[in-house]
């Protein structure tokens, strides 16, 4: 299936869920805020969340600094 991610065409195995797109992308899910499809998703819901084909995933990485 594809996704957009960040304005990136990707391509993904069915029946990936969000956090596992995620691991795939090397993201530490405790510094990531994801958006799919407009909505933000709550990070307790990253398991459970399959994305579909043509879904739209921001993602917001923070990153800690002085």
């Not at 992308?25 to 510094?31: A, I, K, M």
Request: charged share 35%.
């Amino acid at each position: 299936m594809q996704i957009i991610c960040n304005g990136q065409r990707r391509e993904l195995e069915e029946d990936t869920s969000l956090a596992m797109m995620l691991g795939i992308l090397n993201l530490d899910p405790n510094t990531v805020v994801a958006e799919v499809n407009k909505k933000i998703i709550e990070r307790d819901q990253y398991e459970d969340l399959r994305l579909r084909d043509g879904d739209r995933v921001e993602l917001i990485r923070f990153v800690g600094g002085g």
